[in-house]
């Protein structure tokens, strides 16, 4: 309607869709898209404020099933502890001890490489010494 006089004014009505393409979710815990069955869990009305809503893929749900029946805590608290437990083994940002060997194999090269060095140069003034040492005066 337009204002004030009261007529209405027909505009063109859209059909179909309206351009928009099919958005895959992304998993709250490995961030994998997921195209179909997503699996969709909110936290029960007692855990403590605020409460959470998470979308999972078949994977992270069934790892998170096996998370809640192997914990003995019976605390509306339960899903998120366990979507922790879950999330600090399969999330992308998770701590992994293997990036850690990465950085302990470089540091073993570097102080191999010194060793060498070392080795070398004492060699070397071990040489010196020997050549000092033939040489008549």
Same mark, same amino acid.
């Given at each position: &309607?337009?204002? %004030?006089? %009261?007529?209405?004014?027909?505009?063109?009505?859209?059909? #179909?869709?309206? #351009?928009?393409?099919?958005?895959?979710?992304?998993?709250?815990?490995?961030?994998?898209?997921?195209?179909?069955?997503?699996?969709? *869990?909110?936290?029960?009305? %007692?855990?403590?404020?605020? *409460?959470?809503?998470?979308?999972?893929?078949?994977?992270?749900?069934?790892?998170?099933?096996?998370?809640?029946?192997?914990?003995?805590?019976?605390?509306?608290?339960? /899903?998120?502890?366990? &979507? %922790?437990?879950?999330?600090?083994?399969?999330?992308?940002?998770?701590?992994?001890?293997?990036? =850690? /060997? #990465?950085?302990?194999?470089?540091?073993?090269?570097?102080?191999?490489?010194?060793?060498?060095?070392?080795? *070398?140069? #004492?060699?070397? =003034?071990?040489?010196?010494?020997?050549? /000092?040492?033939?040489?008549?005066?």
């Amino acid at each position: &309607m337009i204002p %004030g006089n %009261g007529v209405t004014v027909a505009t063109r009505r859209e059909t #179909g869709q309206k #351009g928009r393409w099919y958005k895959p979710r992304r998993c709250s815990i490995c961030r994998a898209f997921i195209w179909v069955h997503t699996i969709a *869990l909110k936290e029960p009305v %007692g855990a403590p404020e605020p *409460l959470q809503e998470w979308i999972l893929c078949k994977p992270c749900h069934e790892a998170l099933l096996v998370e809640i029946h192997r914990s003995s805590i019976r605390s509306p608290a339960r /899903l998120r502890i366990a &979507m %922790g437990l879950v999330a600090s083994e399969r999330s992308p940002k998770a701590y992994h001890v293997h990036r =850690h /060997l #990465g950085e302990q194999w470089e540091f073993q090269r570097e102080f191999t490489w010194f060793v060498w060095l070392l080795v *070398l140069f #004492g060699l070397l =003034h071990l040489v010196i010494l020997v050549i /000092l040492l033939a040489v008549p005066k």
